[in-house]
């Protein structure tokens, strides 16, 4: 069955502490991965789409990696506008059909 | 440019009542989704649609029905509401199917 983790599920850092956020999946046949930005209230904001392993986006202080298992979102020197719930999402399969299959999120927290 | 947007904002449903939640995009999207978010679930398809006249099941279509009888509509159906599709509802679109998708802000749904 494909799976999409995220880990942690909250992370608290002081402005300007540099870390990770993690998206693992297991899918047969990899199409493309997603990160979004949730905002309280608010609908998910598109970050990055990554297609395959070696791949790298950035933005701002943002930036994705993509490997054959996972990807990370690396923040760097965060401030605390950076505080929200970061989304990982997964296509994947041969079928024209297939769905987008969501993480759980983390809940990043930055305190000033 | 609006992009995607849903009505009502938010909604206080008697268990029993027909209810139809309305999501509007101006971007010319072939493709269209309905998810619910619920805490600690994350986000799960509800419906889909590829194109205009066509629609498909997600991951919890039931209690649920959707038409696309345009590109810019595409109206979510709860036949008989009951208490445990109190959810938060997205739509939201893409240009083609699997592409990123672009979120509404959301319907907050309570069934009492």
């Known amino acids: 069955e494909d799976q999409v983790t995220q880990s942690p599920e909250a992370l608290r850092l002081q402005e300007g502490e540099s870390s990770s956020l993690n998206c693992s999946y297991t899918v047969s046949g990899l199409r493309g991965l997603f990160w979004y930005r949730q905002d309280p209230g608010k609908g998910p904001e598109f970050l990055f789409t990554?297609?395959?392993a070696g791949e790298e986006k950035e933005k701002e202080r943002l930036k994705a990696t993509l490997t054959k298992k996972e990807s990370f979102l690396h923040i760097t020197a965060p401030k605390p506008e950076d505080s929200a719930t970061y989304l990982c999402?997964?296509?994947?399969?041969?079928?024209?059909?297939?769905?987008?299959?969501f993480g759980k999120g983390t809940r990043l927290h930055i305190l000033p | 440019i609006a992009g995607i947007t849903q009505a009502p904002t938010s909604q206080i449903l008697a268990a029993g009542r027909r209810m139809t939640l309305r999501c509007t995009q101006d971007m010319r999207h072939n493709a269209m989704y309905w998810y619910r978010q619920d805490l600690g679930l994350g986000l799960r398809l509800i419906h889909y649609?590829?194109?205009?006249?066509?629609?498909g099941k997600g991951e919890v279509p039931d209690g649920y029905s959707v038409s696309r009888a345009n590109t810019d509509d595409f109206p979510l159906t709860l036949a008989s509401a009951v208490p445990s599709q109190t959810s938060v509802y997205f739509c939201a679109s893409s240009d083609r199917q699997g592409l990123t998708q672009y979120f509404g802000p959301g319907t907050r749904l309570l069934v009492l």
């Open positions: 990554l297609y395959s």
């Open positions: 999402a997964v296509q994947a399969g041969e079928d024209r059909d297939d769905k987008i299959i």
């Open positions: 649609s590829n194109t205009a006249g066509t629609t």
